[in-house]
């Protein structure tokens, strides 16, 4: 299987990328082909919804990194979320490339895909994550796709505190059990 993962986070050696890696690892050992972009070192501009596109009619207006990506969209099997929680919702450096699925919207719910989420939070109360799932689900419901799995990583502000967990494990699992 294809894998495609949107990495939100600016950080290149903090939680959330530990979970990719755990992930990752699992993914590889099962077989499956990766591809990663890590949003928040890209260029990436906000959707506009100035409707160039005609949600798959035509190219986004803006050509910048974003391009790759949906060309790598259009041929994944699967596509991993990965984010912080960054006040109360996704990063807005995943949010970004979330939004410029617009530009391909007939063709995503033409050939639904799977997907899974792997999302980070500083606070332990499980409520903070409340509005990355709703982004998550919304969207996976839209698009008719399948969710198949969810790391939700709370309480977990430092890589120290990830390894005090089981998160990782379960990101490795979620990755070879695909």
Same mark, same amino acid.
């Given at each position: 299987?294809?894998? @495609?993962?949107?990495?939100?986070?600016?950080?290149? &050696?903090?939680?959330?990328? &530990?979970?990719?890696?755990?992930?990752?690892?699992? +993914?590889?050992?099962?077989? %499956?082909?990766?591809?990663?972009?890590?949003?928040?070192?890209?260029?990436?501009?906000?959707?506009? +919804?100035?409707? %160039?596109?005609?949600?798959?009619?035509?190219?986004?207006?803006?050509?910048?990194?974003?391009?790759?990506?949906?060309?790598? @969209?259009?041929?994944?099997?699967?596509?991993?979320?990965?984010?912080?929680?960054?006040?109360?919702?996704?990063?807005?450096?995943?949010?970004? /490339?979330?939004?410029?699925?617009? &530009?391909?919207?007939?063709?995503?719910?033409?050939?639904?895909? *799977?997907?899974?989420?792997?999302?980070?939070?500083?606070? /332990?109360?499980? *409520?903070?994550? /409340?509005?990355?799932?709703?982004?998550? =689900?919304?969207?996976?419901?839209?698009?008719?796709?399948?969710?198949?799995?969810?790391?939700?990583? +709370?309480?977990?502000?430092?890589?120290?505190?990830?390894?005090?967990?089981?998160?990782? =494990?379960?990101?490795?699992?979620?990755?070879?059990?695909?």
């Amino acid at each position: 299987m294809k894998i @495609l993962i949107l990495n939100g986070s600016p950080h290149r &050696s903090g939680c959330t990328m &530990s979970l990719i890696d755990s992930f990752v690892k699992g +993914a590889r050992e099962a077989g %499956h082909a990766i591809e990663r972009y890590d949003c928040a070192m890209l260029k990436i501009h906000g959707c506009t +919804a100035c409707e %160039h596109c005609g949600n798959g009619l035509h190219p986004c207006v803006f050509n910048d990194d974003m391009t790759e990506i949906l060309q790598h @969209l259009q041929t994944c099997d699967m596509v991993v979320f990965a984010t912080p929680v960054y006040y109360y919702g996704p990063t807005a450096q995943i949010k970004a /490339a979330l939004d410029r699925f617009y &530009s391909i919207d007939n063709w995503l719910r033409e050939h639904p895909k *799977k997907a899974a989420l792997l999302t980070v939070a500083g606070d /332990a109360d499980e *409520k903070v994550f /409340a509005g990355v799932l709703g982004t998550y =689900e919304g969207n996976l419901q839209y698009l008719h796709w399948q969710d198949c799995g969810r790391i939700t990583a +709370a309480g977990c502000l430092t890589v120290e505190d990830l390894r005090k967990t089981s998160y990782q =494990e379960d990101a490795y699992q979620l990755g070879r059990q695909l």
